[in-house]
């Protein structure tokens, strides 16, 4: 509940200043991507006003505004905490571009997994030259007789359990680029560790 205000320029009304409360913390976004979490939700800021700030009542920069997955009329803004977005700036600064940690796989729908009784992401791709084709990572194929053998099921990274594909983006969010990390698999029925880069 505490008092924030949002300045932006909706409609190319510069430093529209809005005033509101934060109503809500560590919401989530869906993104490009990947999902945007711990989400700042508040009545200081609207869709119109993406791009702006979100100040707090020391003046201080708490967020960056974000567009709402879904502006109609929804008097609910949001806005990506500051520590996000400040390493999101350092990366566009040092290479031109964010550079988020990533396996390179494809991914089964979470129900294959829960429908089987077990928990963890399905590998089903692994490209050639990604980093879990580095790591050694092997994809769900068929074999010669067509039956389908499944691929590697990624149950934890860096002493992290992963239960799901939200975990292990989580867990990804919170490394750098090129960083080795610890991959727990489930191969064959069996409990092994590679290494990824």
Same mark, same amino acid.
């Given at each position: 509940?505490?008092?924030?205000?949002?300045?932006?320029?909706?409609?190319?009304?510069?430093?529209?200043?809005?005033?509101?409360?934060?109503?809500?913390?560590?919401?989530?976004?869906?993104?490009?991507?990947?999902?945007?979490?711990?989400?700042?939700?508040?009545?200081?800021?609207?869709?119109? $006003? %993406? &791009?702006?700030?979100?100040?707090?009542?020391?003046?201080?920069?708490? =967020?960056?505004? *974000? !567009?709402?997955?879904?502006? +109609?009329?929804?008097?609910?803004?949001?806005?990506?905490?500051?520590?996000?977005?400040?390493?999101?700036?350092?990366?566009?600064?040092?290479?031109?571009?964010?550079?988020?940690?990533?396996?390179?796989?494809?991914?089964?729908?979470?129900?294959?997994?829960? $429908? %089987? &009784?077990?928990?963890?992401?399905?590998?089903?791709?692994?490209?050639? =030259?990604?980093? *879990? !084709?580095?790591?050694?990572? +092997?994809?769900?194929?068929?074999?010669?007789?067509?039956?389908?053998?499944?691929?590697?099921?990624?149950?934890?990274?860096?002493?992290?359990?992963?239960?799901?594909?939200?975990?292990?983006?989580?867990?990804?969010?919170?490394?750098?680029?090129?960083?080795?990390?610890?991959?727990?698999?489930?191969?064959?029925?069996?409990?092994?560790?590679?290494?990824?880069?």
């Amino acid at each position: 509940g505490a008092a924030v205000w949002g300045v932006g320029n909706p409609h190319g009304l510069d430093h529209t200043l809005t005033a509101g409360l934060v109503s809500g913390l560590g919401r989530q976004l869906p993104g490009s991507c990947r999902p945007i979490r711990n989400v700042i939700q508040t009545t200081a800021a609207n869709a119109h $006003q %993406a &791009g702006g700030v979100l100040l707090n009542s020391q003046a201080q920069v708490v =967020g960056m505004i *974000a !567009a709402s997955p879904d502006a +109609r009329g929804c008097p609910l803004g949001f806005a990506v905490p500051m520590e996000t977005v400040q390493g999101l700036i350092e990366q566009i600064m040092l290479f031109g571009r964010t550079m988020r940690p990533t396996l390179g796989i494809t991914y089964a729908p979470p129900q294959v997994l829960r $429908q %089987a &009784g077990a928990s963890g992401v399905l590998v089903l791709e692994v490209p050639a =030259g990604s980093p *879990a !084709a580095a790591a050694g990572l +092997r994809p769900t194929h068929r074999d010669i007789f067509g039956d389908i053998i499944l691929g590697d099921v990624i149950v934890g990274m860096e002493n992290r359990v992963v239960r799901d594909v939200p975990d292990l983006i989580t867990i990804l969010d919170d490394r750098r680029a090129g960083d080795r990390a610890k991959l727990d698999i489930v191969r064959d029925g069996k409990a092994t560790s590679l290494t990824v880069v």
